[in-house]
């Protein structure tokens, strides 16, 4: 069979490039897309769909005379902390894509359904007082001051505030990879969470690479920014002192107001006498049911630790999560975590859209990441019947 060369301008070939690391590309095919760079050779269409494939570059791409121009406009929220950053990865790209389509099918379903709009979005738009927005956040879910006490862990007060948000028609997707694609793992550096604000339809995705209290600070960030207003695209892993964004510093102060109440914090924190500062941050975050960051911002906010043990607490959350990372888990029972990616309200919806015939089973799958045994057994998990 004879070998059939593919005409791609030079100038796609070094926008595809800059989309990706030579790590995933390997050694033979950088080679090949040096020559084609310097005109010595030709690719052909089996070497571009192995360029197209490794790159998770959609392979009509290749073939355009200029580089795409992909319109997203939540990435002009992301509060960006180090220059690597500037440039969203692929897998960043298609997930946002996908939660578009989520999104959108979402806000055709409860129009079409003729649901009420979800009244708590920008509720607080231009409230800057951290009281006020965690007093009135809390009383619109539910939530009493000390909430977290009913949970045994973080993991379990992230689910709790979860179904309140669901209950409320906030969408609440999560996922640590791409779909269903194991080998295109999300990268917590690049984002832990995002928020598309939408009256019909808010979304919050949760990046399910992170830790159990990273993901529960996501949430209530992003949950900020839905009863504020404003989109977001969250990746300042380290609780960053120096925000880059007033909206961030406000965020980011609201969540830790909702996980541990500043009254809670310093009653336990002062009848707590261990002289071990370390050790009385790790009997806080246990009792709170969030991370030792998040505590440790607590005690510097209120001038109970310096800067020094708090950016100690810091390098060791990181070097516990790099830790745990590398010694991986079992991944659970697997339907139980499919359903876990996906917001419940949403699966509920699709499954009475597909039983009405206003949805097809194919349509369902593509939008769950899921195949036809899978989205029965989720399905089936949240008490959904399909004819």
Not at 70 to 90: A, C, G, K, M, V
Not at 271 to 288: C, G, W
Request: glycine share 6%.
């Amino acid at each position: 069979m004879p070998t059939v060369n593919a005409n791609v301008q030079p100038a796609i070939i070094s926008w595809a490039l800059s989309q990706t690391s030579e790590e995933k590309l390997g050694t033979k095919l950088m080679e090949n897309i040096k020559q084609w760079l310097d005109g010595t050779k030709r690719p052909t269409f089996n070497q571009i769909e192995d360029f197209s494939k490794k790159s998770h570059i959609p392979l009509g791409y290749f073939f355009l005379q200029t580089p795409p121009v992909e319109q997203i406009s939540l990435l002009e929220y992301r509060t960006l902390d180090s220059i690597e950053l500037t440039n969203p990865s692929r897998n960043l790209i298609d997930t946002i894509r996908e939660m578009e389509a989520v999104q959108e099918w979402m806000i055709d379903y409860r129009k079409e359904w003729n649901y009420d709009v979800i009244n708590v979005v920008g509720s607080l738009k231009d409230f800057t007082d951290i009281k006020i927005i965690a007093d009135t956040i809390r009383n619109d879910l539910g939530l009493t001051v000390e909430w977290y006490g009913t949970c045994a862990d973080s993991s379990e007060a992230f689910n709790k505030v979860r179904k309140l948000l669901e209950d409320c028609g906030i969408v609440v997707m999560m996922n640590g990879i791409v779909g269903k694609n194991t080998h295109r793992v999300l990268d917590v550096n690049e984002f832990r969470a995002f928020a598309m604000v939408n009256e019909w339809a808010p979304l919050i995705f949760i990046n399910g690479a992170d830790s159990a209290g990273g993901k529960l600070f996501s949430l209530f960030h992003e949950t900020v920014h839905l009863w504020i207003g404003e989109n977001d695209l969250y990746n300042d892993r380290r609780y960053s002192i120096n925000e880059t964004k007033p909206i961030e510093f406000i965020c980011n102060a609201v969540a830790g107001e909702l996980m541990v109440p500043e009254n809670v914090f310093l009653q336990k924190w002062n009848s707590n006498t261990n002289d071990d500062i370390h050790e009385r941050i790790k009997v806080l975050a246990r009792m709170f049911r969030c991370s030792g960051s998040v505590i440790a911002r607590r005690a510097l906010d209120n001038k109970t630790i310096d800067k020094s043990v708090y950016d100690r607490v810091i390098a060791d959350a990181i070097e516990a999560y790099i830790q745990a990372k590398k010694e991986g888990s079992s991944g659970g029972d697997y339907y139980r975590v499919a359903r876990s990616k996906l917001d419940s309200v949403f699966v509920r919806a699709l499954c009475e859209s597909v039983n009405s015939g206003r949805t097809s089973f194919t349509e369902a799958y593509r939008l769950t990441n899921t195949t036809s045994k899978t989205f029965s057994e989720v399905a089936s998990g949240l008490g959904c019947v399909l004819w």
